[in-house]
């Protein structure tokens, strides 16, 4: 029985991490297609459990609130958005009490601590969700929504990882190498998500169209740029934040950044791809992943910059940060639990 249920704990945090996925896809798409204020009011939409849909719920809605009229191409993602992310909650839930049940019965080690963390976050994303619209797209609170959403998916990744019991058992001489590797993944780790918290502030601030070309910008390695105004974390709250409202060298600035910051992510994991392709064969599969995925990413960025922001495009580039996050979360969770198999035997 105790077996069973630690697999449905694995099973439980593997559906919930897929569904994480979809979630931050969906993010992705309400905030790029200009939807995020789709719906005025929260948790519902126009007073609405879906949306609007006949002409006579639409006349009501628009009746109800005359500044923002129906649009139907806006309300849909956005709902969606949030039905799905109101089930991953109630999903983590689940997963822990089914944890805490479990670790009253057995005296199996439970990563309690780590789902009870997890559903404090859910709840601080529902809040930040209720903010992206009362506050009408404050870029603060969506740069921060994304990171959560972006911490959710990777808390519930390591939890898959720490449930399946995914570590390594190494040879003493890989073993070590693996160990010194630590450091060095800690920090790329570290940048990336940095680099995931510009492409927030670009996105939320609708910076990304700033340079239409490539490599350099308005024709220029570098443009008059505003960071000073760019970064200024203390905008105002109040006015309604849809489609920006800083000027065209603060936007450039931020842009740039979010391309700097690129350009060290790069470089930083390409090093890192370096060290792991010189160990043993466990390393080379996560290190040619985390190549490819760089790779991709870095081409779907490029691609926005040159075709204008195509909206597909837009969308994986945004699964492709949450992609390359998951990568790394792997990697740093196969480098700290690694275990030397010489010490294993000697345990033994």
């Known amino acids: 029985m105790q077996q069973k249920l630690f ?24 905030r790029l297609s200009d939807a995020g204020l789709g719906c005025p009011d929260w948790p519902g939409c126009y007073g609405h459990m879906t949306w609007p849909t006949t002409d ?21 993602p956005e709902m969606v958005h949030r039905h799905f992310a109101g089930t991953l909650g109630l999903l983590i839930l689940a997963l822990t009490v089914l944890t805490w049940w479990r670790a009253g019965k057995t005296s199996e080690r439970l990563p309690r601590g780590h789902t009870l963390g997890l559903l404090v976050l859910v709840i601080v994303q529902a809040a930040f969700g209720m903010w ?27 939890l898959v990882q720490r449930l399946g019991d995914k570590n390594w058992h190494l040879a003493e001489g890989v073993y070590t190498r693996v160990r010194a590797l630590r450091p060095l993944v800690v920090v790329v780790l570290m940048l990336v998500v940095v680099q995931i918290a510009l492409g927030g502030w670009t996105s939320s601030n609708y910076a990304a169209l ?28 109040g006015p309604n934040y849809l489609g920006g409202l ?14 700097l ?3 060290v992510v790069s470089v930083s994991v390409l090093l890192l791809v370096i060290r792991l392709l010189r160990i043993g064969k466990e390393a080379k ?18 691609t926005n910059v040159a075709a204008h922001l195509p909206l597909p495009v837009a969308v994986a580039h945004n699964a492709g940060g949450a992609l390359l996050l998951l990568v790394l979360v792997t990697l740093t969770h196969r480098v700290y ?12």
Not at 211 to 236: I, K, S, Y
Not at 286 to 300: I, M, P, Y
Not at 337 to 347: H, P, V, Y
């Open 337 to 348: 639990s690694a275990q030397s198999t010489t010490a294993c035997i000697k345990t033994e």
């Open 246 to 259: 800083l000027e065209g060298e603060a936007r450039t600035a931020i842009h740039m950044a979010h391309r």
């Open 132 to 158: 992206t619209v009362t506050l009408k797209l404050w870029p603060q609170v969506v740069t921060a929504h994304l990171l959560g959403g972006f911490a959710t998916l990777s808390l519930l990744w390591l």
């Open 261 to 263: 910051g690129a350009l």
């Open 285 to 302: 599969v996560l290190g040619f992943t985390l190549l490819a995925v760089l790779l991709l990413q870095v081409s779907l960025g490029i």
């Open 7 to 30: 697999v449905w704990g694995y099973r439980l945090a593997l559906a919930a991490t897929v569904l994480a996925c979809i979630v931050v896809v969906l993010g992705a798409f309400t």
């Open 210 to 237: 700033a340079c239409t070309d490539f490599p350099t910008c308005h024709g220029e390695w570098w443009p008059a740029m505003d960071v000073a105004r760019g970064f200024n974390l203390a905008q105002g709250i």
């Open 56 to 76: 006579e719920h639409v006349a009501t809605a628009e009746a109800l609130f005359p500044e923002t009229p129906v649009e139907h191409d806006k309300t849909w």
